[in-house]
């Protein structure tokens, strides 16, 4: 009872419920593509169904698409891996969660530092998991990164891991490979201390900046436990793929998260194996919705500049804008509401101006400042719904 329910799972299904009613709504809640999965990946999955590998499967999965995984981490992100150190799971969420379950002792008060504001989710698997969250918060200004310095301040003898998530969700932001070395060389102050990197934004990137992995640092790698998947980057949010890779002591994290998978799930559905190799294969496909992206964030970004009194950080990478609209709490909204918080900010802007965001509340740290507005849908919604929140702020009391 004292979980709450995905905030981000919560506006999607109100969006779709609003639609379903034949009402309009702009739709900036959920982080997820509006491309359909490109075909050959269906395709793969669709034959393998037809060849009838309908039946249970090893927790570990195939090893055909751990070794596609390997390779691509190997090849793309400079993990020095093999198949026997990846863990396929029912999306990367479910990988995180497999991930802390594996590496915390519940109730012993062991913690795992998160930068925020951070994805909803994180502090509800870490408890989960029976750990404590301890947050180091960031601002704006900073574009919504830590130092290493405010890093190394969260660190106690309890500390357990440290869960970064770069491009992040919601802030739209990333590490440099500088900065990412930064916090790496502290951390090898820290022997003990696991490092939980979620890369699954690692391909939707808008700038010439360049990804890092903390996977592939030598000085840290075998305490990496590196979070990806499918959903984001190939448009397959539905078929839940996420995996991890955790090379060090010969893969005994990933072995030990498939050993909980064995007795939580077994393992994700059989036909689907199939498809990983040929998603990870395509390059085509994946730069193109790489290139829309951009060009959206570009034009989220210009519309929200002209917002009066609201500042946001141009997004780098994911697909979320982040601006602050904190000049409006303790104001009245054009339809008469007393604006306190991010929560009645945007529950206002969707009964009065029909445009949903996500309340950054749950993000954590200054999130509450905040609301988060996914530019992973068309232009044509872009441009008006964001237009529409310009002019229904003009009308504030
Ligand atoms: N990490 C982050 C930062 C996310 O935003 C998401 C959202 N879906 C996930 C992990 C999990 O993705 P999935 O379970 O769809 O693979
Ligand atoms: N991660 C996406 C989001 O933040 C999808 C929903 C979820 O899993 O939280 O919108």
């Not at 559905?269 to 990983?276: G, M, N, P, R």
């Not at 991010?342 to 740290?365: N, R, Y």
């Amino acid at each position: 009872t004292s979980i709450p329910p995905s905030i981000t799972l919560a506006i999607s299904a109100k969006v779709k419920e609003i639609k379903a009613n034949g009402e309009n709504v702009y739709a900036f809640g959920a982080g997820e593509p509006d491309f359909a999965t490109p075909e050959v990946i269906s395709n793969a999955a669709i034959q393998s169904l037809n060849d009838g590998v309908t039946h249970y499967m090893p927790s570990k999965g195939t090893l055909e698409a751990r070794e596609a995984i390997a390779k691509k981490l190997r090849g793309e992100n400079h993990i020095d891996c093999t198949e026997a150190h990846i863990s396929i799971n029912a999306g990367a969420k479910m990988s995180i969660n497999l991930a802390l379950m594996a590496i915390i002792n519940p109730n012993k008060g062991e913690e795992v530092i998160v930068p925020t504001p951070a994805w909803v989710s994180y502090k509800p698997m870490i408890e989960l998991a029976g750990g404590v969250m301890v947050d180091v918060p960031s601002t704006v200004e900073s574009d919504f990164k830590c130092t290493p310095v405010e890093l190394e301040r969260a660190i106690t003898k309890n500390t357990k891991a440290i869960l970064i998530n770069s491009p992040s969700n919601p802030c739209g932001t990333m590490y440099s490979p500088e900065e990412t070395r930064a916090i790496a060389e502290m951390l090898e102050k820290y022997p003990d201390v696991y490092i939980i990197s979620d890369e699954i934004y690692e391909r939707l990137i808008y700038t010439d900046v360049e990804h890092l992995s903390f996977g592939s640092i030598p000085e840290i790698a075998n305490r990496v436990i590196t979070i990806n998947g499918l959903s984001k980057a190939f448009a397959m949010t539905g078929w839940r793929i996420g995996y991890a890779c955790a090379p060090g002591n010969d893969g005994m994290v990933a072995k030990a998260m498939n050993t909980l998978q064995s007795q939580i799930n077994t393992s994700i559905t059989s036909f689907i194996f199939a498809a990983i190799p040929v998603a990870l294969g395509l390059t085509k496909e994946v730069q193109s919705m790489r290139q829309i992206f951009a060009k959206r964030a570009t034009l989220m970004h210009e519309l929200i500049s002209k917002w009066p009194n609201v500042e946001c950080p141009k997004p780098t990478g994911a697909f979320y804008a982040f601006p602050k609209v904190s000049h409006y709490y303790g104001k009245t909204s054009p339809g008469g509401t007393p604006i306190i918080d991010a929560i009645s900010f945007a529950t206002a802007l969707l009964d009065e101006a029909c445009v949903a965001v996500v309340p950054g509340t749950d993000f954590g740290g200054c999130g509450n400042e905040h609301v988060r507005l996914s530019f992973a849908c068309n232009e044509d919604n872009i441009t008006e719904g964001v237009n529409a929140v310009g002019e229904w702020l003009s009308k504030f009391k």
